[in-house]
């Protein structure tokens, strides 16, 4: 079974920058993508970037240029760098397993709070 465990959120000012984190433990898998999602209070959940194996990456159209997903294979850690915070950005971010294109995940982790003020 596969856990993952975001951290680096917080609060911060219009136009800051956090960077999250999501390791993910018992994690050898290299036929599955990982994601970053968000989710703000009252709407669904979108999808923000996911990362192959490979370490090639697909943004959300909103999140390209802003965004940036990375991960370190050594470290089973996937990382979301996130620059020119907007309020709308205000959510529960969270990593998960993509299963399949529509990005369906099946394991995905608590999740990490970004409030920008």
């Known amino acids: 079974q596969v856990q993952l465990v975001e951290s680096g959120g917080g609060s911060v000012q219009a136009g800051g920058s956090l960077r999250l984190s999501c390791n993910a433990s018992q994690w050898s898998d290299k036929e599955h993508c990982l994601g970053w999602f968000r989710q703000a209070p009252g709407k669904e959940r979108e999808g923000v970037a996911a990362?192959?194996?490979?370490?090639?990456?697909v943004y959300a159209d909103w999140a390209r240029g802003r965004f940036t997903m990375s991960r370190d294979n050594a470290k089973n850690t996937v990382y979301l760098q996130t620059n020119s915070l907007k309020p709308d950005d205000t959510a529960v971010y969270y990593c998960?397993?993509?299963?399949?294109?529509?990005?369906?995940?099946?394991?995905w982790g608590q999740g990490t709070q970004v409030t920008v003020s």
């Open positions: 990362i192959r194996s490979d370490g090639g990456t």
């Open positions: 998960g397993r993509i299963v399949d294109r529509s990005w369906s995940l099946d394991y």
